[in-house]
């Protein structure tokens, strides 16, 4: 029997495989065995002795149904549908079936996969090392820009703080941030002013209501 899954994962469709009502295969998982859009086959002995199906010295009676047809299922398991995509019966034992051939194909398809998978694992090392490469180039390069070579007599004294400010210039949005930062910082003093100038204005009407006293005269005893 041939069988070939789509799934990308394990467990998504497993099933049994049954002459008659006697199983002969359980719980096939297809991407366990082979992996995705690769072919699995399944190898199944058994004898027919007077018109009955003999598998592992145990005699099934159901394999054989009207007309001398042998009867096989695929049963659902835990997962999805059976599939299958061809079956084939060939007269003799094992050996005259291509069961050799498929050992040694699935054995070299384990070692080329072996060695996809470590041709992979190779890739990604070497792109991560380029990619941190070219991050301690770019670092080297801006560290080179801000700190100038050259002879003694050529290179002027570095002040810290226009450094500070040129790597925060550098920066996206920095120059809008600093805008957006004077225009708060201006109008913050200007409502401190406003609030001042209305405080003292406040006072002042109150001192202006007050009353006066004009005229006073001070009376003395003898």
């Keep these: 029997m041939c069988i070939r899954d789509s799934f990308n994962s394990a467990k998504y469709k497993v099933f049994d495989i049954a002459l008659g009502s006697h199983k002969v295969v359980w719980e096939l998982d297809i991407y366990e065995k082979v992996g995705k859009f690769t072919p699995l086959d399944v190898f199944v002995e058994f004898d027919i002795k007077d018109g009955v199906v003999v598998h592992m010295g145990r005699k099934v009676e159901s394999a054989i149904v009207s007309q001398g047809k042998l009867q096989v299922k695929f049963m659902k398991g835990k997962a999805d549908n059976p599939k299958v995509n061809a079956i084939v019966l060939v007269k003799g034992a094992l050996e005259d079936t291509d069961y050799a051939e498929y050992q040694e194909f699935t054995k070299n398809r384990e070692k080329l996969q072996h060695q996809k998978n470590q041709r992979i694992q190779e ?84 001192c202006s209501k007050r009353p006066r006293l004009n005229n006073i005269t001070f009376h003395t005893s003898e």
Excluded: H, W
Aim: proline residues 2%; negative net charge.
């Design 123 to 206: 890739e990604r090392r070497v792109n991560i090392e380029r990619k941190l490469r070219a991050e301690e180039d770019l670092d080297l390069s801006s560290f080179g820009n801000r700190y100038p070579t050259g002879s003694s007599d050529n290179v002027e004294e570095i002040n810290p703080t226009k450094v500070a400010i040129n790597d925060f210039l550098n920066y996206a949005y920095a120059l809008e941030a600093v805008i957006v930062g004077f225009v708060i910082i201006f109008f913050m003093i200007c409502s401190i002013v406003l609030l001042d100038i209305t405080t003292r204005s406040r006072e002042r009407r109150k």
